[in-house]
């Protein structure tokens, strides 16, 4: 029995979906946190196949070989830095009101009629750098005061608002997600963001304009009054410390996107060892590009306007906490992914899936979507699907940007279907004053056209790079 699991493709595929089975009861009917369950599963699997002690843990004279540390450390040493200061970077634009200037000039340029349009795109490029739950905190007051003066439904102008905040946070750096999935599948963070735009664009059009005008229409929800004392009291609040200009706000946002796509292509068409290509390689390093951004914006958006040093400590503190759980779950997850390798599992997975005849990036995308859907969190989602295909790709020599684009099929199956399962349900649920119903007729089946479209877009364009 021992020899049939640990050597036979039967056994090894048998440890894989009992792997993943296990993982998601401890995490959905036992309420462990991912993290632990990740390194619980992992573990169990690897003393299943028979890995020995001194590969899995390392000896107590060394650790540092061991697979434990290793999965750890590969990743995170990849992530930590990119993720700590994209948080910071958010925290900053945040609590300088850069966010209240964006909303006014886009509703300005738009006008009253094209205000759902107008609050999707401030959703758009204000979530670049902030984090989505952080981004409705910051921009639901301009949407409840919005929709109160057009006398419309909240969910005309919400819905536009979550879709640019969603598809920002699910396909482009430095978000967790694409972040954690570029390590897993050593990606460059240049291709990252120019496929990343290029599915984010056309699936916020589709669910974040076509589909939340269609639904803003059919489902008219009033604003509640407390919401709009709420809002009032948050607009004398930013009104209080001045508006920065809307240039500033939006340099400091593209700043690291356009340093990193320097990078990228500089390493294309510059010549290698040339000065020119160091100064662009150095430049372009993620977490170079994000510290210059980081260094920019507090000076010029917190001490410059009035910010104390002990103001700008406090908010850097409070923004890095949730990141904590974060990394834990990401980094548990590519200790999973290397158990997968070592064990033979994986190659064996992917043998099996490529018998199936159905493209690396379908598979991706399936599997991501499945893991979602049972246990909600669309980090483990993009963390343990990375983990399995990541051996299915080793093999294929695929280039950079096809690479980047089966981690975007992957972030698509991480957002599919957003049902009670998953914190962000209840999080628009609570700040836009939606029943049950009304969240799942509205935000669920926005997240599913923003996953659909997203693979569809990736699947297209894999066709053609």
């Not at 990228?264 to 040339?274: D, M, P, R």
Request: some cysteine; charged content about 10%; glycine content about 12%.
């Amino acid at each position: 029995m021992i020899n049939w699991l640990q050597h036979s493709t039967g056994g090894l595929l048998t440890l894989a979906v009992v792997s993943i089975a296990v993982l998601l009861l401890l995490i959905i009917k036992f309420k462990v946190e991912p993290f632990i369950a990740l390194i619980v599963v992992a573990l169990g699997v690897a003393l299943a196949a028979g890995v020995p002690t001194e590969t899995l843990v390392g000896s107590a004279q060394k650790a540092s070989d061991s697979l434990l540390e290793k999965g750890f450390g590969g990743i995170l040493g990849h992530i930590t830095a990119i993720i700590g200061l994209g948080t910071l970077l958010g925290a900053i634009l945040e609590a300088s009101g850069g966010a209240q200037v964006l909303m006014d000039k886009l509703m300005q340029a738009f006008g009253e009629k094209r205000a759902p349009v107008a609050i999707g795109l401030a959703g758009l490029i204000f979530g670049v750098p902030v984090f989505f739950d952080i981004g409705i905190f910051v921009l639901a007051p301009l949407v409840y005061v919005a929709a109160k003066r057009s006398g419309k439904s909240i969910v005309l102008f919400s819905m536009p608002l979550l879709a640019g905040l969603s598809v920002m946070h699910a396909f482009m750096p430095p978000h967790p997600g694409p972040v954690a999935a570029a390590g897993l599948l050593k990606v460059s963070l240049g291709w990252i963001i120019i496929m990343g735009l290029a599915v984010a664009i056309p699936s916020w059009f589709v669910g974040g304009v076509l589909y939340s005008y269609w639904i803003g229409k059919r489902l008219n929800v009033p604003v509640p009054e407390e919401m709009l004392v709420a809002a009032e009291q948050a607009k004398s609040e930013n009104g209080s410390k001045g508006a920065p200009p809307l240039g500033l706000v939006l340099s400091i946002i593209g700043l690291p996107l356009v340093l990193i796509l320097a990078g990228t292509f500089g390493s294309i068409l510059l010549t290698k060892g040339s000065r020119l290509y160091s100064v662009a390689t150095f430049f372009g390093t993620p977490a170079v590009a994000l510290t210059i951004a980081v260094l920019l914006a507090f000076w010029l958006l917190g001490f410059r306007r009035g910010m104390t040093r002990d103001k700008v400590a406090e908010m850097a503190g409070a923004s890095l906490r949730p990141v904590a759980m974060i990394l834990l779950v990401v980094g548990a997850g590519g200790f999973f992914g290397a158990v997968l390798a070592a064990t033979g599992i994986g190659k064996t997975l992917a043998g099996e899936l490529s018998d199936l005849g159905l493209p690396v990036i379908a598979l991706s995308y399936v599997i991501s979507c499945v893991i979602r859907i049972a246990q909600g969190s669309a980090t483990v989602a993009i963390v343990t699907t990375a983990g399995i295909v990541a051996p299915v790709l080793a093999d294929l020599n695929y280039s950079q940007p096809q690479l980047a684009l089966v981690v975007m099929a992957i972030a698509s199956g991480s957002i599919i279907a957003s049902h009670v399962n998953d914190g962000g349900f209840w999080i628009v649920s609570r700040y836009f004053g939606l029943s049950v119903k009304e969240t799942l007729q509205s935000w669920t089946v926005l997240e599913t056209i923003l996953s659909v479209v997203g693979f569809v877009v990736a699947a297209l364009l894999s066709l053609v790079v």
